[in-house]
Each structure stands twice: as C-alpha cells, then as structure tokens.
C-alpha cells in the first residue's frame, strides 16, 4: 500500500547543533505538509509544499520538497531546546482523499 | 472558533467493551480523519471521510467502524475493544484539496 517512510526516528543534539529529518514515499504526492507534536499535545501545521523542487524557510527551518514530488526533508539550523519535539511529515497520494504520515523524527536537544 | 474538539479526551475500557468517540469541527471542513498514534508507529490513519455520508477506509481499519451521518462530526466506534486498542486517538480536519489539518486535542484510550 502507500506508504510515508521518515528517517531518523529519534535525534539527540546538542543546542546549537543542526538538525534534518527525512521523508519518502512510495507513490507521487501531490502535496507535502510537515506537522510538529510537542510532548504531551496534537500535531500542529508547519508548511505546506506543492511544487516539484520546492524550498520553503521559515526562520532556521528551510523545508524541500523533491523534483520527482516523493521525498522531503525539514532541516534546522541552530537548534534551540525550544525545538523538542516529533516532527511529521504528511503526504496525500494523487487523486485520493487519504492524508498519509510518516513516523515521525523526534527531537531532543540538550542544552 | 473552538477548532477541532474531541470526547472524551480519556477512557478506560474492559476487553469486550464498546464505545464511541466523538470528533466535531466548526470550520465547515469537508475532510475528517481518525487516526492513532502509537510509539514509534506514528500517526496511522484508521478512517476518513470526504463528506457527509461518506466514509472509507485507511491503513489500519480492523475492529473500527466510523459515521459521518452530519458534516460537522464523525464518530469512531469500537464494537469490542481489544487491549490492541490501547492507544492515543486522534481526529483531524481540512477543507477540500490539499490544505493544512487541524487536529483534536486526542483521547487517550486503556484496555484492559
């Protein structure tokens, strides 16, 4: 079935240190989102991606969407102890209704 | 606006039990989803629904049943709970196309 495969699945850093967390799926999606769940809460919307070869920043977090539309990545740079928490990436196969996740990449940054 | 609102947000169940969960939006969104979540599993879409009136199936369908019989809400049903079940649950909506979900606050759910 579709799948949305995301590598690594936990990250210790240092603060200060950067951090990137990769996304893939098995068909072509026509959206990219990337969602952050702080401990204890819900997913909260990031960004959105649409086009092939897409970069998006939001201050130290630069998100890429790939030229082929199957993989992502979410890189931060500088990371703060203020960035703990899993990140999701979420995909929605072509021509269906469903909103697939990824694992999730949870991150722990010591200060 | 209260968003995306869940109930109850925790639960304790007996094996063989049944219950029902209650997810309601007040954004007019189109799409609703339930999903769970799991260590280290992620976020496992178990139903969605694309309107009123329909439901279909996500990833990890088995021993769920859902309703959408109104557009605002879409329930999620456990007919026998399992210990399996044991999970976080949580619902989430968006509008039509590819646009930000907004999700629930959750439901943690035990079954003993």
């Known amino acids: 079935g579709q799948q949305v495969m995301q590598i690594p699945q936990y990250q210790h850093v240092q603060e200060g240190e950067d951090f990137t967390t990769y996304c893939n799926s098995s068909?072509?999606?026509?959206?990219i989102q990337w969602y952050k769940q702080r401990p204890g809460g819900h997913p909260v919307f990031l960004i959105q991606?649409?086009?092939?070869?897409e970069v998006k920043k939001q201050k130290r977090l630069t998100f890429q969407f790939g030229e082929a539309k199957k993989n992502s990545s979410l890189h931060i740079t500088a990371t703060q102890t203020t960035d703990v928490g899993t990140y999701f990436c979420?995909?929605?196969?072509?021509?269906?209704?469903?909103?697939?996740f990824g694992q999730g990449t949870t991150l722990q940054v010591k200060p | 606006n209260a968003g995306v609102t869940q109930t109850p947000k925790f639960r304790v169940l007996k094996t063989g039990q049944s219950m029902t969960l209650l997810c309601a939006q007040d954004?007019?969104?189109?799409?609703m989803y339930w999903y769970r979540q799991d260590p280290g599993m992620g976020l496992r879409l178990i139903h969605y629904?694309?309107?009123?009136?329909?439901?279909a199936k996500g990833e990890v369908p088995d021993g769920y049943n859902v309703s959408r019989l109104k557009k605002q809400n879409f329930l999620l049903g456990l007919e026998s709970a399992a210990p399996s079940q044991t999970s976080v649950y949580f619902c989430?909506?968006?509008?039509?196309?590819?646009?930000?979900?907004?999700f629930g606050q959750g439901t943690r759910l035990t079954v003993v």
């Open positions: 629904s694309v309107g009123e009136g329909t439901t």
């Open positions: 954004m007019n969104h189109e799409y």
């Open positions: 989430a909506s968006n509008k039509q196309g590819a646009t930000e979900a907004f």
């Open positions: 979420a995909g929605k196969p072509s021509n269906t209704g469903k909103l697939i």
């Open positions: 068909t072509t999606l026509s959206n």
């Open positions: 991606l649409v086009k092939s070869g």
